[in-house]
């Protein structure tokens, strides 16, 4: 049985197609520009390797080349995700292991969507922390992630631009 | 249920203005996927009053509930509160923080004669 305590759930409102933050999801060209702005790449296959890049900035910042990596575990376009998740940029956060990462996309009324993300984080604490926005001057995880992509999506413009 | 965009924010302030509400916010924060009954021993409230505030809160789209067995699961959201902050909050805050900034980059960029010493 799954550990609820250790899970957490995010979701928010978008006004733009399934299809849109589908691809704002899963393609580097989109992914680089909200959020932590890192390069994401995707097999969009069961077992296919899932790697995110850290840009500029972050490497700046000391970040590794690769700053997260995973596994496809299911792709349904423009519906479901799913994957494992695994922080990289230090040997503790790294040894916390694979977390499980699921984005819903559902479409409403009104163009539109819900978007749900759950992450599934057993024994892996820090990786929880980071994801939550508890560490001080490490952006603000998921919530932060998720309302710069809808930020982007609907105006045009992410938080940061 | 699908709550229209532009409503967004008055649900979320009008869900944050009441501390029951709030106090429930900070039992998720500090610990998700607690079910009614857990969260209701933290109150003194009948469990009526206890649903009441917690559809409120997930009609502003600040908890979220998933199934587990025979048991309903609350979990915070933390996404609208950020949207709140980011539409809000740090706008306002942005002006302090930008002058101090512009005070930075004026006096890195002043000139530093002391500091402009001959190596060779």
Not at chain 1, 9 to 30: F, H, L
């Amino acid at each position: 049985m799954t550990d609820t305590s250790v899970t957490q759930v995010y979701q928010v409102y978008i006004k733009a197609s399934a299809e849109a933050i589908w691809a704002a999801i899963t393609e580097p060209e989109w992914t680089q520009r909200y959020g932590y702005a890192a390069e994401s790449d995707y097999d969009l296959r069961p077992g296919g390797r899932f790697v995110s890049r850290a840009g500029e900035d972050l490497q700046a910042m000391g970040m590794p080349a690769e700053v997260v990596d995973g596994e496809v575990i299911e792709a349904d376009p423009p519906h479901r995700l799913v994957q494992t998740w695994r922080f990289l940029w230090s040997d503790s956060i790294r040894a916390e292991g694979p977390t499980t990462v699921t984005y819903e996309i559902s479409e409403g009324t009104n163009g539109v969507c819900k978007l749900t993300l759950t992450h599934q984080l057993v024994n892996a604490p820090e990786t929880a922390a980071q994801v939550a926005g508890e560490i001080e001057n490490a952006g603000g995880g998921w919530a932060y992630v998720l309302s710069d992509l809808k930020s982007l999506l609907e105006t045009g413009k992410a938080l940061g631009a | 249920m699908l709550i229209d965009v532009s409503e967004d924010d008055d649900k979320v302030f009008k869900a944050l203005a009441d501390p029951t509400r709030r106090f429930l916010l900070d039992l998720l924060f500090a610990r998700e996927g607690r079910t009614l009954t857990e969260l209701e021993s933290e109150l003194e409230m009948t469990r009526f009053g206890v649903m009441k505030h917690l559809k409120v809160l997930r009609e502003a789209g600040l908890i979220t509930c998933r199934r587990s067995g025979r048991e309903k699961l609350h979990f915070l959201n933390p996404v609208p509160i950020r949207l709140i902050h980011d539409r809000w909050i740090s706008k306002y805050a942005q002006r302090q923080v930008s002058a101090l900034t512009d005070l930075k980059r004026r006096l890195e960029a002043a000139p530093r004669p002391e500091q402009e010493t001959d190596n060779d």
